[in-house]
């Protein structure tokens, strides 16, 4: 998850994306709210269409993910649904204002369901 901030480039998410090992990251504004999604293939996709690697993030965020709210009775549930119907990794799970009060991955659900 990483702050966001309006200097931020594709060409920057790349690299914070490469050394996370993550496909996707999370951006948050400073008070902890949720900003947006950028995934690996918004990245790809934006440079296919020939964004610059100077090009402001803000152009190709998504601001709209899937979320989960807090008040969720089965937060894994739903994010297997979320994982399988739409193909995401991860998704925050946020209380009614947006806040983040943290993440759901597809890679720690199988982690905690058979070790690794």
């Known amino acids: 998850m990483l702050e966001y ?3 931020l480039t594709i060409g920057e ?6 050394t996370e090992h993550e496909r996707t990251c999370i951006l ?13 293939g918004d990245l790809i996709k934006a440079i296919w269409n020939g964004a610059e690697l100077i090009t402001p993030i803000s152009n190709i965020i998504n601001p709209n993910p ?3 709210s807090t008040e969720s009775k089965d937060p894994k549930k ?12 991860l998704v925050p799970i946020v209380d ?3 806040k ?17």
């Not at 998410?13 to 490469?18: D, K, L, N, V």
């Open 5 to 7: 901030n309006d200097s």
């Open 13 to 18: 998410m790349i690299r914070i994306i490469a």
């Open 28 to 40: 948050k504004n400073s008070d902890g709210r949720l900003y947006g999604v950028v995934s690996q």
């Open 66 to 68: 899937f979320t989960i």
């Open 78 to 89: 739903e994010a297997l649904k979320l994982f399988s119907q739409h193909g995401v990794l």
């Open 96 to 98: 009614a204002n947006r």
């Open 100 to 116: 983040i009060t943290s993440v759901i991955s597809i890679r720690k659900i199988i982690s905690d369901e058979y070790g690794n």
